[in-house]
């Protein structure tokens, strides 16, 4: 399984987003596919899942703000990202994973990751 993430870019305080991971050799609704982000310095950290039978799960820091969903027939997961403010600035993941929902907020239980998409946040 490959995964493929896009749409991040230099946006001031305030302003929008939306990331896209592209999946191929495997299909999307087979997986929780969950974003993290690593912002410099920092470790990586979860920022949101979507699991299997379509349930969401957010970090705090973003609830409100940001929105996970997936399309099936595209085979994508995508992240809309609003309201950014500038410690949103970090390289955002996808990720891939057959783990439970209780922990789909642990990353080490992801198997296939994207490269990742810088986004910076501008103050």
């Known amino acids: 399984v490959q995964l493929q993430a896009s749409g991040g870019g230099l946006v001031q305080a305030g302003g929008s987003l939306t990331l896209s991971c592209a999946v191929s050799?495997?299909?999307?609704?087979?997986?929780?596919m969950g974003w993290f982000r690593q912002a410099p310095g920092k470790e990586r950290e979860f920022v949101a899942a979507?699991?299997?039978?379509?349930?969401?799960k957010y970090a705090d820091t973003v609830k409100g703000r940001f929105t996970i969903a997936r399309d099936n027939a595209k085979n994508t997961v995508s992240l809309q990202v609003n309201s950014l403010k500038p410690e949103d600035t970090a390289v955002y993941y996808c990720?891939?994973?057959?783990?439970?929902?209780?922990?789909?907020?642990?990353?080490?239980?992801?198997?296939?990751w994207g490269q990742g998409t810088l986004v910076t946040v501008s103050s």
């Open positions: 050799g495997g299909t999307v609704r087979r997986y929780t």
């Open positions: 990720a891939a994973t057959t783990t439970i929902w209780g922990r789909v907020t642990e990353d080490n239980l992801y198997s296939y």
């Open positions: 979507f699991g299997w039978s379509g349930q969401t």
